[in-house]
């Protein structure tokens, strides 16, 4: 089993900066790889973000140059942070953390975003 716990996230500005972080715990070592979707109000969840344990990074298209992905280790936990910077209105959204594991995968609870103009 594995457990995401996310935090950060909240209310900011057009062009205003947030970093969401997430930590995961349990049976990490099955983890291959990490990252961030996001769903807005009458869409799909969308991925954001992902890096891999060999530090490949990939990003939405809407995000490239805006947002960053990270990942350290403690011991047997995995933390993921997204910086996001400049953010835009089309960034509001509920940003789910996510591990992907050999057959299976686990989702955080799910953190809101707003960017206010």
């Known amino acids: 089993q594995v457990q995401l716990v996310e935090s950060g996230g909240g209310l900011v500005q057009t062009g205003g900066s947030l970093r969401l972080s997430c930590t995961a715990s349990g049976t990490t070592f099955s983890i291959y790889a990490m990252g961030w979707y996001r769903q807005a109000p009458g869409k799909h969840r969308e991925l954001v973000a992902r890096?891999?344990?060999?530090?490949?990074?990939?990003?939405a298209d809407s995000v490239k140059g805006r947002f960053t992905i990270s990942r350290s280790r403690d011991n047997a936990n995995i933390t993921v942070l997204l910086e996001m910077n400049n953010l835009k209105s089309e960034d509001t959204a509920v940003y789910f953390c996510?591990?992907?594991?050999?057959?299976?995968?686990?989702w955080g609870e799910g953190i809101q975003v707003i960017v206010s103009s």
């Open positions: 890096i891999t344990k060999s530090d490949f990074r990939d990003y």
């Open positions: 996510h591990a992907d594991r050999i057959a299976t995968q686990d």
